[in-house]
């Protein structure tokens, strides 16, 4: 197999900071990737980070105009491994949801679903009204990944930017890439219990002490 190749989309939610350290993650790992950054993704990205599209050509292979139905991304006849949009606002969710998406992000996703493919959808919103909910439901239903962007509090993060790699690693390893530093419970984080110290259990949370500590 050749060199994996991956889109990444930054649509206009909070969090464009996770986007930046994805784009890293990939390059670390040599991934081919095609980003395409929404209007409102790339206002977002600058109000939040300080940088401009521009920034971060050094960490891809080529960036897509978000209106550029042209692009090889609107093809499902053109091969990519996998897609992930971080952040996932709750429009395009709803976009991706209905499939009439008229902005490259939106066709390039549903070329992703139809072709099959893995779509990461890293949702940032709370809280979610019925029609979010409803929306990543379709998403679901249709073969995506609703991954919205939760921390991992139980690896202890220290800072905020521990907490925006945690994310942006578990984005990494749903798309199908290793992450050895990202907290993998029962590896480099778990619970120190010993059954002396343990409080009373019951039958079935003994058992998965024990499981635990084996
Ligand atoms: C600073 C800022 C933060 C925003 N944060 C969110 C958010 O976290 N989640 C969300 O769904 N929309 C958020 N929005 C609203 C979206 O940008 C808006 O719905 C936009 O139409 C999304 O377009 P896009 O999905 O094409 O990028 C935010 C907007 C701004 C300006």
Not at 66 to 77: E, P, R, T, V, Y
Not at 181 to 199: K, Q, V, Y
Request: glycine share 6%.
């Amino acid at each position: 197999m050749g060199m994996a190749r991956v889109i990444v989309a930054i649509s206009g939610a909070s969090g464009a900071a996770v986007a930046v350290d994805v784009l890293h993650l990939l390059k670390e790992r040599a991934v081919e990737v095609h980003l395409i950054v929404s209007h409102w993704g790339a206002i977002t990205l600058e109000h939040e980070t300080g940088m401009r599209t521009r920034d971060l050509q050094p960490l891809v292979h080529t960036i897509h105009s978000n209106k550029n139905m042209a692009s090889a991304l609107a093809s499902g006849s053109y091969p990519v491994d996998a897609m992930a949009i971080v952040p996932c606002s709750a429009r395009t969710l709803g976009a991706i949801a209905q499939g009439t998406d008229p902005s490259l992000l939106g066709r390039a996703a549903d070329v992703c679903l139809k072709e099959r493919r893995k779509l990461v959808c890293a949702l940032r919103e709370t809280p979610l009204s019925a029609i979010h909910l409803a929306n990543a439901l379709a998403v679901t239903n249709a073969g995506g990944i609703v991954a919205p962007l939760v921390p991992t509090f139980y690896a202890n993060p220290h800072s905020v930017s521990d907490i925006v790699h945690d994310m942006a690693s578990r984005i990494v390893e749903s798309l199908g890439f290793r992450v050895e530093s990202s907290p993998h419970w029962g590896e480099n984080t778990g619970l120190e219990i010993h059954r002396s110290d343990a409080p009373a259990l019951s039958e079935s949370s003994s058992d998965n002490i024990h499981a635990l500590n084996n």
